[in-house]
């Protein structure tokens, strides 16, 4: 099944993450809503990164150095149990993908623009969860969002993951080596990035990189499962954040 992206269009709370400058002082993001106007005509995400200079953890207003403007309306993904019929004789899931150009949060019908299936045999169940604050990522594999489902029976589990990964000048300056990382999807909390099972991705400065993954496992009963959507940066130098990450499981019988 070809990948899809997987986003949500919500109130980003307040969020900031930190990497320390050559001075010793921490360097703050903070991410927050912008509304559609003179910076981004569609909306998106407003980046402030600037020093912690009082050592407070907040990022506040006389701290800011740079503003930055994420833009664009977000691609959203809904999942929902198919029955059976035409599309799945014995029962699956329906994947619809479009665009959320009325900025309301949900993929109307108007704004479909892909419709697939992915067929079972039996009623699917579906389990999702969506990170807004920023995660940031670390030198070891770290949890962006953990989703518990609970299954009815043995079969198998297909999870699309995404986030939305961003870093400032001060965070990942451009040049050699670049800043890179991984994202992938865990049945467990893994020690390291298990092999062929992540996106291997180099940070640019100022740019958004929207990322999905997707992967499927194997189940082997009824019982209640926890899937991981893990980053980790592989790169020794710089840093970058994780945000707006959702991830959506769906069980097939």
């Known amino acids: 099944m070809s990948r899809l992206r997987l986003a949500v269009l919500v109130s980003l709370a307040a969020s900031a993450s930190a990497c320390t400058g050559e001075d010793g002082l921490s360097y703050l993001t903070d991410l927050a809503d912008e509304p559609a106007g003179s910076n981004c005509s569609a909306g998106g995400v407003q980046v402030n990164t600037g020093p912690d200079s009082n050592g407070n953890g907040v990022l506040d207003a006389a701290e800011i150095e740079t503003t930055k403007y994420v833009c664009g309306k977000a691609t959203l993904t809904d999942v929902t149990p198919e029955p059976a019929g035409t599309n799945c004789s014995a029962g699956g899931v329906k994947i619809r993908t479009g665009i959320d150009t009325d900025d309301n949060g949900t993929l109307d019908a108007g704004e479909v623009k892909t419709t697939n299936y992915v067929c079972g045999s039996g009623e699917a169940v579906i389990a999702k969860g969506f990170a807004i604050p920023g995660v940031l990522a670390a030198a070891t594999p770290t949890t962006i969002l953990p989703v518990g489902i609970t299954t009815t029976s043995p079969g198998t589990l297909l999870a ?60 082997t009963g009824a019982g209640a499962y926890s899937f991981h959507l893990r980053g980790q940066r592989v790169s020794a130098q710089g840093s970058f954040t994780f945000y707006r990450s959702g991830l959506t499981l769906v069980f097939l019988p």
Request: contains cysteine; charged residues 15%; negative net charge.
């Open 160 to 219: 699309i993951g995404t986030s939305d990964l961003f870093c400032t000048a001060a965070e990942c300056p451009a040049g050699n080596p670049a800043v890179s990382g991984y994202l992938w999807i865990a049945d467990g909390l893994d020690v390291v990035a298990p092999v062929a099972e992540y996106d291997y991705l180099f940070m640019e400065p100022g740019v958004t990189h929207s990322v999905t993954r997707t992967a499927t496992f194997p189940i």
